[in-house]
């Protein structure tokens, strides 16, 4: 059964700080990997989907690396702000499509 | 661009009512995937469908039931709720198989069960 952890839970930074969220997962037989951002008690909003063949995506200030040998992935944010204040959550795909996610890292960036 | 739709926003039940929750994917997306987020939890996977059938099952009570019709909207039905259905319920859905299998989410459903 497939794990995904993400390290930290939560993480507070001043703003203008580069933020480092990571991800590890169990089984290497992934599909692809998304980020998503979720605010308190709203939904998931998808930020960046790395394919199992790519290193990285990048997207504006949020750059994604995929290490699909040891089970990692990290989101870069650069440059953080206030309105980057969100849960963000990690989820794998196997080869059955079916997203199974981190427990999320919540990250508040103080004005 | 069209998003996932679900309806309704808010529910509130008592315990041991139903409630029938609806999807309606993004045109042209063919495979919808229903997932339960309880309260400080990630989402779990309930249950999904390609092309009007069942494709994959994962923790979902035996007490709920869903399917898909032929317009690919889905409907997730509930019966004989507990105070622990509570929980935020997220449809997503993506494209015909082979474009990456990107999932794109709805803004959920929020069930309260008192």
């Known amino acids: 059964k497939q794990e995904v952890t993400q390290i930290p839970a939560a993480l507070s930074v001043p703003e203008g700080e580069n933020l480092v969220l990571n991800c590890s997962f169990t089984?290497?037989?992934?599909?692809?990997l998304q980020w998503f951002r979720q605010d308190p008690g709203k939904g998931l909003t998808s930020l960046l989907l790395?394919?199992?063949?790519?290193r990285e995506q990048t997207s504006g200030r949020l750059n994604a690396s995929l290490d699909k040998s040891s089970g990692r992935s990290t989101l870069y944010i650069a440059a953080s702000q206030p309105g980057d204040s969100a849960t963000y959550l990690c989820?794998?795909?196997?080869?059955?499509?079916?997203?199974?996610f981190g427990a999320g890292t919540t990250v508040t960036v103080r004005a | 661009a069209a998003g996932v739709i679900q309806s309704p926003r808010h529910l509130i039940k008592e315990k041991r009512e139903t409630a029938t929750l609806k999807c309606y994917p993004i045109?042209?997306?063919?495979?919808v995937y229903w997932y339960q987020q309880g309260p400080g939890q990630d989402p779990q996977f309930l249950i999904s469908?390609?092309?009007?059938?069942?494709?994959d099952k994962g923790s979902i009570p035996d007490r709920f039931s869903a399917q898909q019709f032929s317009d690919y909207h889905s409907e997730l039905n509930m019966s004989s709720l507990e105070l622990g259905d509570s929980a935020l319920y997220f449809c997503?859905?993506?494209?015909?198989?082979?474009?990456?299998?990107?999932?794109?989410f709805g803004p959920g459903t929020r069930l309260t069960v008192l």
């Open positions: 997503a859905s993506s494209p015909p198989l082979g474009a990456y299998n990107e999932q794109f």
């Open positions: 790395i394919q199992s063949s790519q």
């Open positions: 089984d290497s037989a992934i599909y692809n």
């Open positions: 989820a794998v795909v196997t080869n059955d499509y079916k997203l199974s």
């Open positions: 045109p042209r997306h063919d495979t």
């Open positions: 469908f390609y092309e009007k059938m069942q494709s």
